[in-house]
């Protein structure tokens, strides 16, 4: 599974694999002149600051509108917002860590429109990417020695996969910054590469037909960008595959992982004031001692679910990700009892039915981040997981309740 190939995104987070590369992941070969794509679309679900060069942003634009790379050229005249270089800034690489640890991406963009990469002339290719900041970012920094004109379209400041799903990556919008900078003036040819799972959001013919220009689709990663164009503008099997390998996956759990955390240090407080509630009040010493093991095992189905699932997803059986993640919160959790040692039968109980689950739950939340997951399956795992989730939940309660009442001695 670590290597297999995807389409769309389901609908949650949406992936990141594009911002290792141009934003062209291949999802199969593309169109050729069809308005069909690859995928069906993603419905609408679920990225800093600027480095040293910035520009104004556009009217009506959101964000701080900032550039990458060396400013040279920020004339309205010239209709270019900024040439580049393909060197990242100390700033460029915060932005990137920033965005993959934290909710800093929702606002990680750059303005819309034309740039400059290097001295393009009228024989200079003409890029398509997103306004997703990173995805921009790794798109320059692959065309570095490199003269090309980089057109960005106003995805909402989403990378191009996810915003192909869900229409901001599409047909109406390439066509307008097509007619808006007019590249066509500053051109010879009438080549425009397009990110690969941009095929999802654009039809290639109806482009040609309001532009005058054809749509050729990019190798998946940027890397082989150079070689793509060297070779005549054709992608080698090797260009068209998506791996997804365990750095892959490994790069993604932060994003699972904190919102995850937040919720565990409210986990953490109540299973403490739980564990502490005696009939005469809060006993701290109960607290700490009936309440840390079992915030450490919540913290083990965390791990469990957001971490350890991803990173072995090809090796832990069963196809669900819900199952995967179960299997994994429950390997922790037995080890968790083991360490506790003795425990009240209603607290093992729990144990084996509540932690697992939370490790379940973690998991589902990563097909938001895979290359070959579908909406129709997520959908499907998720209507088959929630009554496991609701009664797994209230019996979780229940078992916390009599634990509780016969610590009392009230039965």
């Given at each position: 599974?670590?290597?297999?190939?995807?389409?769309?995104?389901?609908?949650?987070?949406?992936?990141?694999?594009?911002e290792h590369s141009t934003g062209t992941e291949a999802c199969c070969e593309p169109p050729k002149e069809s308005a069909e794509s690859c995928c069906s679309p993603a419905p609408p679900q679920n990225r800093e600051e600027s480095n040293a060069s910035c520009c104004a942003p556009a009217e009506g634009d959101e964000?701080?509108?900032?550039?990458?790379?060396d400013v040279n050229d920020t004339s309205s005249s010239s209709g270019i917002i900024a040439r580049l270089d393909g060197e990242w800034t100390l700033s460029d690489y915060l932005g990137a860590f920033k965005c993959r640890v934290s909710g800093f991406r929702?606002?990680?963009?750059?303005?819309?429109?034309?740039?400059?990469?290097?001295?393009?002339?009228?024989?200079?290719?003409?890029?398509?990417?997103?306004?997703?900041?990173?995805?921009?970012?790794?798109?320059r920094r692959a065309l570095t020695g490199m003269s090309a004109w980089i057109l960005v379209l106003d995805t909402k400041g989403i990378n191009v996969w996810c915003a192909a799903g869900k229409g901001t990556f599409g047909t109406k919008e390439l066509i307008r910054r097509v007619k808006e900078t007019d590249i066509k003036a500053r051109i010879n040819h009438r080549r425009l590469i397009v990110p690969q799972l941009g095929?999802?959001?654009?039809?290639?013919?109806?482009?040609?037909k309001g532009t005058g220009l054809k749509v050729h689709y990019g190798p998946v990663f940027a890397r082989d960008i150079k070689a793509y164009i060297e070779a005549g503008y054709e992608a080698d099997k090797v260009m068209r595959k998506i791996t997804f390998g365990w750095l892959d996956r490994l790069v993604l759990t932060p994003m699972e992982m904190r919102p995850a955390m937040k919720h565990f240090f409210s986990y953490a407080a109540v299973i403490m004031l739980f564990f502490g509630l005696g009939p005469k009040g809060i006993d701290f010493g109960e607290a700490l001692s009936g309440g840390l093991p079992f915030v450490f095992t919540g913290l083990a189905s965390l791990l469990a679910g957001s971490l350890i699932t991803p990173v072995l997803l090809p090796y832990i059986p069963f196809r669900a990700f819900t199952v995967k993640g179960w299997l994994a919160g429950m390997a922790t959790t037995l080890i968790s009892i083991k360490?506790?040692?003795?425990?009240?039968?209603p607290l093992i109980i729990f144990?084996?039915?509540?932690?697992p689950l939370v490790s379940s739950y973690l998991a589902l939340q990563f097909t938001g981040s895979t290359t070959y997951t579908s909406m129709s399956g997520v959908n499907k795992e998720l209507k088959l997981s929630l009554p496991f989730y609701k009664w797994g939940g209230i019996l979780s309660i229940l078992l916390l309740i009599i634990f509780k009442i016969n610590r009392w001695g009230l039965i």
């Open positions: 599974m670590g290597s297999e190939k995807g389409c769309c995104p389901p609908e949650g987070k949406g992936s990141e694999k594009d964000g701080d509108g900032c550039c990458s790379g929702n606002s990680y963009k750059v303005r819309p429109g034309l740039y400059a990469m290097g001295e393009p002339g009228s024989d200079s290719d003409v890029m398509v990417s997103a306004n997703y900041k990173l995805s921009f970012d790794h798109l095929a999802v959001g654009v039809a290639a013919h109806e482009v040609r360490i506790m040692g003795d425990m009240a039968l144990s084996l039915i509540f932690f």
